[in-house]
């Protein structure tokens, strides 16, 4: 049976940080986020015909900030959607959630409305590196919004944040293993990037702010393998680290090029209809979705039926993403042996694994592969 992974997009955060590229908006009216957790369940409904007759395996509130929602914007959805389709009895479905906006009864709330796996962005426990990144908390309340969602929920992740000045292996180190003893299985560490358009990135133009030199990028990235590994947390994907079994399956759906639909302002999406792979994308703008929404026109600011060659490209900039990599077979699946064989090319794949790049075993980076990802799908796919 196909299977499907459905994404819905919180476009408004309280503050924008500074380093951040997403399609998020500062908004703290409270009257907002009640409308738009509403408008959701209206999008989905007009998005249906996407789900079809598949399983929904999973679902992923993302953002943004998507625990400024109401939770029962949260329950009505599921409940419209385990009424009208077939949802699958493991279904994982997640929220991601920002320390500073919630107390131990909307996490219980949310837990409620049908929420089974919290994504926490924490970024760190330190105060001082928290003032830096621009977080709108400081350690005592990340600490408090730790302790209250690993009271809350079993399976739940912290997001970390790793490669700016002030931080050193020590710090690191202190952050992670504070993340370990609150029994967490799943980490995902995302290294700090200066994105055009952000704050960051102006100051780094100015001087401002460095960037950290390639070493010490390295070293810190490796430190993060090392002691997660000690605490039997393995890195499944560049940035994501779990227990065996704490995978996040949602994103998973990604790396593995799989279907999902996305829902809310600019969420993308990825669906399978009559064989076609479809790429569609939803208006970027949240108050031009909305005003789309209410005139009861498309909120698709485009669709396009996407080509093998285009398929492949894009599978495998996500399949090797993923420490396991891909396996040919896969490939030959979801798109066709023809096209597979076309432009992965034995001359190619044999280049790479001399050079150590890639291992023997399916199409599969080796460490040093990874550090070279861009370089390696360039070669691969031209
Ligand atoms: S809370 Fe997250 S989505 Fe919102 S501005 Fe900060 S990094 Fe971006």
């Not at 202190?174 to 200066?194: E, N, P, W």
Request: with cysteine; hydrophobic share 35%; aromatic share 12%.
């Amino acid at each position: 049976m196909n299977e499907i992974a459905i994404y819905f997009h919180w476009p408004f955060c309280k503050s924008k940080c500074p380093y951040c590229d997403f399609a998020s908006f500062c908004s703290k009216d409270a009257s907002l986020y009640e409308k738009f957790g509403d408008y959701f369940l209206e999008d989905l409904k007009r998005s249906v015909a996407a789900i079809g007759d598949k399983h929904i395996k999973s679902m992923f509130f993302g953002g943004g900030t998507p625990s400024l929602m109401n939770p029962q914007s949260i329950a009505k959805i599921l409940d419209f959607l385990s009424k009208n389709y077939h949802i699958k009895d493991d279904v994982e479905v997640t929220l991601e959630a920002n320390p500073a906006t919630f107390d131990k009864n909307k996490m219980q709330n949310f837990k409620n409305a049908g929420i089974n796996r919290l994504s926490l962005g924490i970024q760190s426990f330190l105060d001082d590196h928290l003032k830096f990144l621009g977080r709108i908390y400081n350690g005592k309340q990340a600490l408090k919004a730790a302790e209250i969602v690993s009271g809350v929920f079993k399976n739940f992740s912290f997001d970390f944040m790793y490669g700016y000045e002030c931080q050193t292996e020590t710090t690191l180190e202190q952050d992670l293993l504070r993340a370990v003893r609150f029994g967490c299985k799943h980490i995902s560490c995302y290294q700090l990037t200066f994105e055009k358009n952000t704050v960051f990135y102006d100051n780094l133009l100015v001087g401002n702010i460095k960037q950290i030199d390639e070493n010490k990028e390295v070293k810190l990235y490796e430190h993060i393998e090392d002691i997660l590994k000690n605490h039997n947390i393995f890195r499944y994907e560049v940035s994501n680290y779990s227990m065996l079994g704490f995978e996040s399956k949602h994103n998973l759906a990604y790396w593995q090029y799989d279907d999902y639909l996305g829902i809310g302002p600019s969420a993308h999406s990825r669906v399978t209809i009559n064989k076609n792979k479809n790429e569609m994308v939803k208006i970027r703008d949240p108050f031009l979705w909305e005003s789309a929404l209410n005139q009861n026109k498309t909120t698709f600011s485009y669709i396009n039926t996407l080509t093998e060659k285009e398929q492949l490209k894009e599978a495998i900039l996500m399949g090797l993403r993923l420490i396991s990599g891909i396996t040919i077979n896969d490939l030959y699946r979801k798109i066709s042996r023809e096209t597979v064989d076309r432009v992965i090319s034995k001359r190619k794949m044999k280049f790479l694994r001399q050079k150590k790049l890639m291992t023997q075993k399916n199409i599969q980076l080796t460490n040093v592969g990874l550090q070279k990802m861009d370089s390696v799908v360039e070669f691969l796919l031209n």
